[in-house]
């Protein structure tokens, strides 16, 4: 480590610092850093800081360097007591090689997920402190989604199961007094609602492989023609008129591979919004170029605004006309990713229309 403080100091726009894999000019490369990083020396001296650092504090701590890092930097933690105090890094155990990620105030109320490291000489005395900070939003955007995740789920939950528990006490309860008919019509909606509650949970389990790059694709030749006019046909069997589907085949059979069971729900989901939020007829065609095979998804509804076109693949978007849990275009989105794919929606001045590009041809571990 450099023995000149001001060392610590330097960056993109400062002197050279040389060759960047000599320890003494490890400061050029934290300066590239997303995260802030302070040094403190055996003494307890700020010896130097990133930019990041002063972004994220608010304090000029690279014009206060041989301060004491504890005055400089006066973290706390959610029960006002000093972090400083509290783990003494200079103190305590030997073994100690540094302390995990907190959230930390500083004066004020900022907060900051702060993490440290204690390197020690050859007589385990503590030689530099470093930590490294990072903003909380991301932490506390996650805790956002968490908390619309078991809003979201808990409301279209509740409906379902309501439903399900009311008609199968009445079926138990009145059996002999219902007629034929009545039974059917119960029978058939504690389906339809069972469909739905499996339907929500298989997309909040894709959400989490999604997510965590956990889903895996078994990856096979697929005739998608056939597989778009079965699709259509289940919506037919559904109990949706006819007349208002229409498939635009390709003039030669496109050659896909890819998990069919996931092109199948891409397929499945993209009607389904169509005949829930579009209107009039949709037409589902089929199409390639040199790199992608090509699906359109159109419907006659009133559209998407643009300012709309990109969040409807959010998780839990919902217009002010559109229902359902928010999140089948968002798994569309991170299915067709994970097949290589993009998915958008086409600028057209009449419905909506979404496009589906798939790369063509087998993937290249097989070519």
Not at 37 to 45: E, K, L, T
Not at 97 to 118: H, K
Not at 157 to 170: A, D, K, W, Y
Not at 190 to 207: H, K
């Amino acid at each position: 480590m450099p023995s000149d403080p001001q060392r610590y100091g330097g960056g993109p726009d400062d002197e050279p610092v040389g060759d960047v894999t000599d320890p003494a000019n490890w400061v050029a490369l934290v300066e590239y850093l997303p995260e802030g990083v302070v040094v403190a020396d055996a003494s307890g001296a700020l010896l130097g800081a990133n930019r990041r650092a002063e972004q994220l504090t608010g304090i000029p701590l690279r014009s206060r360097t041989g301060e004491q890092v504890d005055r400089v930097l006066p973290l706390c933690d959610h029960q006002g007591r000093s972090w400083w105090q509290v783990q003494d890094p200079w103190g305590g155990l030997t073994t100690r090689t540094g302390s995990p990620e907190q959230d930390l105030r500083l004066q004020g109320g900022r907060s900051l997920l702060v993490a440290s490291r204690f390197q020690r000489a050859a007589d385990r005395s503590v030689e530099h402190v470093v930590l490294t900070m990072r903003s909380t939003r991301g932490r506390e955007r996650a805790e956002r989604d968490s908390v619309a995740l078991i809003s979201t789920v808990s409301h279209e939950l509740r409906s379902p199961l309501t439903s399900v528990r009311g008609f199968s006490r009445t079926l138990r309860q009145r059996w002999g007094q219902l007629a034929d008919e009545q039974k059917q019509w119960m029978l058939q909606a504690i389906e339809t609602d069972t469909q739905r509650l499996s339907r929500l949970v298989g997309e909040l389990l894709d959400i989490s492989r999604i997510d965590a790059g956990r889903l895996r694709l078994r990856n096979q030749p697929i005739d998608i023609t056939a597989l778009v006019e079965d699709q259509v046909g289940r919506m037919i069997s559904a109990g949706h008129d006819p007349d208002r589907f229409e498939v635009v085949g390709a003039p030669e059979p496109p050659e896909l591979w890819g998990d069919q069971d996931r092109i199948v729900q891409i397929l499945s989901n993209l009607l389904e919004n169509a005949v829930r939020h579009g209107g009039g007829s949709v037409t589902v065609s089929i199409g390639q170029d040199s790199e992608n095979v090509i699906l359109l998804v159109a419907d006659q509804g009133p559209g998407i605004p643009p300012e709309d076109r990109e969040a409807v693949f959010s998780r839990f978007w919902q217009g002010s006309t559109r229902g359902g849990s928010g999140l089948g275009l968002h798994v569309v989105r991170g299915l067709v990713q994970a097949h290589g794919g993009r998915v958008e929606v086409l600028d057209v001045p009449v419905g909506a229309t979404f496009r589906v590009l798939l790369p063509a041809g087998p993937p290249e571990s097989l070519r």
